[in-house]
């Protein structure tokens, strides 16, 4: 089944220690996306790809990069977590032509010691 | 910027009873969305709407786009126990960047059996 992987499902990691998340798909969409979703909240965009073009939010922190080396894959570093990082942290992907119909992984779950 | 006012923001029903949610906006939105999450997994799309005034089912799902193009409903008719999970709405405007979606607040739904 065509889907989008997430891994890990669950990282743990302690203030401060870089950390990367990992993001494929077999859908062969364009468009992939990251999002960060604390509890009780709506998911909250921190940036997208439109194929290899990288589209950063305004209020996404320097903390958070990302990297995209082909169409299957994406990846989320953050460099210097803080408490405030942890959170569930989505991917998801969409076709050029219908953006809105987006598809979402099960998501990793970050705890910051 | 562009907000998506939900409501309700839960609802704790009897298994049976049908349902009813809605979306309004200030600001006009060319699509709106619907998605389910459920615990510990990504959000789900349940339907799209391209066109003021459409109306669609999927299954015990309705959703109409509201003819104004600032509101949307979705009501889900004879409720099951596997309904349960976070409903949100989103919209996504054609001024927006590409992809970009607004969610609301989320509808968190629970059925007593």
């Known amino acids: 089944d065509a889907m989008v992987i997430q891994n890990p499902r669950y990282q743990v990691t302690q203030f401060g220690k870089p950390v990367t998340l990992s993001c494929s798909q077999t859908l062969n969409h364009n468009v992939m996306y990251w999002y960060q979703q604390k509890s009780s909240q709506a998911p909250k965009l921190l940036f997208h790809?439109?194929?290899?073009?990288?589209?950063n939010e305004a209020d996404t922190p320097d903390n958070f990069q990302s990297r995209r080396p082909n169409t299957s894959f994406c990846f989320l570093d953050i460099r210097s977590p803080g408490l405030g990082d942890a959170a569930m942290y989505l991917c998801?992907?969409?076709?050029?032509?219908?953006?809105?119909?987006?598809?979402f992984g099960p998501g990793t779950r970050l705890t910051v010691l | 910027g562009q907000q998506l006012n939900q409501s309700p923001q839960s609802m704790f029903i009897q298994e049976g009873e049908d349902v009813s949610m809605n979306c309004t906006s200030s600001?006009?939105?060319?699509?709106w969305l619907w998605y389910k999450q459920e615990p510990g997994e990504g959000p789900v799309l349940l339907i799209a709407l391209y066109k003021a005034g459409e109306l669609t089912s999927n299954g015990r799902l309705t959703a109409q786009f509201g003819i104004t193009r600032k509101d949307s409903f979705l009501n889900i008719s004879a409720s099951i126990p596997s309904d349960v999970g976070i409903y949100f709405c989103a919209g996504r405007s054609g001024s927006s960047n590409t992809g970009k979606l607004i969610f609301g607040q989320g509808t968190t739904l629970q059925v007593k059996p």
């Open positions: 998801a992907t969409s076709r050029l032509s219908r953006e809105g119909e987006q598809f």
């Open positions: 600001s006009i939105f060319n699509t």
């Open positions: 790809y439109y194929d290899k073009d990288f589209n």
